[in-house]
C-alpha cells in the first residue's frame, strides 16, 4: 500500500487576532464569552500544526483525524464571520502552507487555504488509517476498503472549495489534476483490499479476482495519467510514487489476466475443450510482466519481492497450462477480463455531517458577522425603512379613498385589481363585452329565472332516482323473504350502497348552489339602476367611471426615487 505525503505548514497566532476583532467589533462582553472557544481553536491548531511526527504512531493517527474534525468545525465558523486581511476591520492573519512533495511555500489572508491544508491532511489520515488496518492481523480488509474509500471522498470534496481560491493561494499538491490522481489511489487501494480478501478466503473464484484485479488496474493507470499531467515525476518523492503506481498498474493487470487463464483452464477441464484461450490469457499476462522489466531497476526492495512472487506464480501457470494443451494444441485471441468496482463493499464514510460539529461556544461564534457586512446592513435597513414609510403614507391615503367610492356604488373591494394606470384591466372588461352580447341586464334576469327551472328539474330527477332505488330495493327484499334460500341473488341493499352515498353527495353539491343562486337572485333584485348602467357602458366611459387617486399616486416618493435611480 502506498501512503502519500502529508502537507506542512507553520505555527500561526489565531487567539490574538480574534479576540482583538471581536473585542473591537462587538464589545468587551462578546469577546469574554467568545474566548473558551478561540482558546480551544488555538490548542487544536497548535497540535495540527506538526502533523508530520505521527505519520508511523499508528495508535496516534485516529486522534489527529479527529482533531482535524474538530479544528474544521470551528473554522467553518470562523470563515463565515470574519474577514482576514491588513485593514483595520479585519483579522490580521495569514495562513502558510508547504507543498507536500516541493516543499514550495504559500502565504495568503483567505481562509479557504486553511480548510483545504487541514482537509488533505485529513485524506492523508484516513489512507493511514486504511493501510494500518489492511496490515493488521485478521479480516481488516473491509474495514481498510472503506478507510481509502473515504480518503478518497475527501480529496474529490476538495476541489468543490478550490473554486473560493485564487492560483496564487494554492500549492500544486492542491491543484484538481494532483487530487484526481490522489482519489484514484485510493480507490485502487480499496480495489486491492476487495481483492485480497477475496483471494485469501476464496482462491477458486478465479472468475472474479481477474475482475477485481482489472479494475484496480485501471484505477492505477488513472492515477499514473493524473501523476504525468501535473510533472510529479520532477521531484524525488513523486518520482518514486509515480514508479510504484505503474508497476502496480502492470502488477495488477498481469494478476488478472493470470486469474483469466487459470479460468479459462477450469472451464476447458470441465468440458474437455483445448486450453486455447487459457493459453492465450497466459501469455498475455507474461507479456504485461515483461513489460515490468523495462521499469524494473527503479522498483524499491519491498516492490521487487512482490515482482518476483508474480513471475513465478506466472511461469507455474504457464507451464502447466503448456503441458495440457500438448495434447490437444490451440491457441486463440485472449479475452480482456471485465471490471469490477469494489464500491459496493466498501461505501465511503459520510463525513460532511462531521464537519460541522457542536462545539462550546458555537452559538457565539455563528452569530458573530463581518464587520463590513453589518455596517453595510445597518444603513440599508435605514434608508428602506425611509422609502418603506413614506410609500406606505401614499398607499394609505389612496386605499382609503378608493374603498370610500367603492362602498358608495357596493362594489365589491376586488376591484382593487385595476393597474397602475387605473384602466379597465383587460379580463374584466371581456367579462364586461360577455355580458353585454348575452343581453346585459335583461340577458341577466332571464338566466336567474332559468337557474330556477333547471334546479327544479335536477331535485325532481334526485327525488325519482332515490325513489326508483328503494322500490327495488324493497322488492328484493319480498322476494329474498319469499323463496329464502333459492334467492341467491346478492342483496340490492349492498349492491345500491354506493349509488346511494354518490347521490348524497350530488345533493350536497346542489344544496351548496342553491344557496349560491340566492344570493345571486337577490342581488339582482335588489340592485340599483345606477350599479347595473355600468354594464351599457363603452370601456372609455367605463374607465372615466373609476376614482382617481391624487397625481402622485402612481410615482415613486423622492426618496423612493433617489434611492433606486429613477
Known sequence: MLLLPTKQTDKIDLFTPLLRNIKDTSGAQFSEQAKPALQKLQALRNDLSDIAAIRNNSSAVSKVAEQIKDYLSMWNCIARGFTFGGDKESVNAAFTWYDAYTREKRTCTNPMAERIGMLYNLGIMYSQMGMDAANLPGDKMKEAATLFLTAAWIFERIKLDLANLKLSEFTGDVSEG??????????????????????????????????LAMQAAKDYEVACGYSKAVGLEKTPNGRNLLGIMQFKEGAYRTNAYYWSALDQKKKCEESVMGMGKAMASIRKAMEHLDSLKKIEKSFPPEVM??????????????????????????????????????????????????????????????????????????????????????????IREVEERQTQTLRKYNLPSAIHAVSNDQNIPEDMWQRIRKCKENGGIQGLEQSVEGVEDLAKCNEDNMLNIYNQLKAEEKEDH?????????????????????????????????????????????????????????????????????????????????????YFGS
Open 305 to 394: 519481492a512482490e515482482y518476483k512472487t508474480l513471475a513465478d506464480h506466472c511461469a507455474e501457470a504457464k507451464r502447466v497450462i503448456e503441458s495440457l494443451n500438448n495434447k490437444l494444441y490451440h491457441e486463440s485471441v485472449p479475452s480482456r477480463p471485465a471490471e469490477v468496482d469494489a464500491m459496493p463493499y466498501g461505501k465511503p464514510i459520510s463525513i460532511e455531517k462531521e464537519l460541522d460539529r457542536p462545539f462550546e461556544g458555537k452559538e457565539v461564534l455563528s452569530s458573530k458577522t463581518p464587520s463590513g457586512v453589518r455596517k453595510l446592513h445597518e444603513e440599508y435597513r435605514k434608508e428602506v425603512g425611509v422609502i418603506i414609510q413614506e410609500e406606505f403614507d401614499v
Open 178 to 211: 494532483n487530487l484526481g490522481m490522489c482519489s484514484f489511489l485510493m480507490k485502487a487501494q480499496a480495489q486491492v483490499c476487495v481483492y485480497e480478501k477475496l483471494r485469501a478466503a476464496h482462491p477458486d473464484r478465479v472468475d472474479l479476482l481477474a475482475k
Open 478 to 562: 319480498e322476494l329474498k323473504q319469499k323463496y329464502g334460500s333459492q334467492w341467491t341473488r346478492m342483496p340490492s341493499t349492498s349492491l345500491n350502497i354506493n349509488m346511494i352515498k354518490q347521490l348524497e353527495y350530488f345533493k350536497e353539491k346542489y344544496d351548496a348552489a342553491r344557496q349560491t343562486d340566492t344570493t345571486v337572485k337577490k342581488f339582482v333584485q335588489n340592485g340599483s339602476k345606477e350599479q347595473f348602467g355600468f354594464l351599457e357602458l363603452d370601456r372609455d366611459s367605463l374607465t372615466n367611471k373609476i376614482p382617481k387617486g391624487s397625481s402622485g399616486a402612481g410615482e415613486l416618493s423622492p426618496a423612493a426615487a433617489k
